[in-house]
């Protein structure tokens, strides 16, 4: 598969978001869970595939964009389908399979067919788990940075309250992940 690069990807950023302000808010926070992936790639002893992790990072939230009305408001209501408008997005630009997951399986910890069913999500409802190490890496990479204004790091034990609001294995989830990857250290992002 070909990867594509860092300038690629911002000029799909560019293309698709609807202001500058749009853009700082999703590129940027793509670029810092890109920073924090690629801190705990740096720490070895991780088998997984960087170039592929970091187009996934750069690109895991463009369906971002696709919530934005003409007045520059975010749909916060749909927020959760923004992983399939990007997964929409990419597919339609004639991206692979593999790089159009990393955008419909980040969202949480995964997002399954009981969840949505659950919760009465508006997702088609399959299930949108991550399935390689990369696409996990990647979902876990962006639990640790928010978009929200200003931008900022998170903690383990923030995000796990936050996800325990959707129960006790959500949690456990999370901390398979930490697990599997560790943890960012605090000089990763921002």
């Not at 970091?54 to 003409?70: E, F, K, N, P």
């Not at 991206?95 to 659950?118: K, M, N, Q, V, W």
């Not at 009465?120 to 990647?138: F, G, N, S, Y």
């Not at 383990?156 to 943890?183: C, N, P, S, T």
């Amino acid at each position: 598969m070909d990867v594509p690069a860092e300038d690629e990807i911002r000029a799909l950023h560019e293309e698709h978001a609807p202001s500058a302000e749009a853009l700082e808010l999703v590129h940027g926070h793509c670029v810092q869970v890109w920073r924090i992936a690629e801190q705990l790639i740096a720490r070895g002893g991780l088998a997984v595939d960087a170039e592929l992790v970091r187009a996934g990072c750069l690109l895991h939230d463009i369906g971002v964009y696709r919530l934005y009305d003409r007045d520059g408001r975010l749909d916060h209501r749909n927020y959760v389908r923004h992983g399939i408008l990007g997964h929409e997005l990419l597919a339609a630009a004639g991206y692979p399979e593999e790089l159009c997951r990393f955008c419909s399986c980040h969202t949480g910890t995964g997002l399954t067919r009981a969840d949505i069913i659950e919760q009465h999500l508006p997702l088609p409802p399959v299930d949108h788990v991550a399935k390689t190490a990369e696409e996990r890496l990647v979902m876990y990479a962006d639990k640790f940075h928010t978009k929200s204004a200003p931008h900022r790091l998170l903690t383990f034990a923030e995000y796990a309250a936050f996800i325990g609001g959707f129960g006790a294995h959500k949690v456990a989830a999370f901390a398979a992940l930490r697990d599997e990857f560790g943890l960012p250290g605090p000089s990763s992002a921002l």
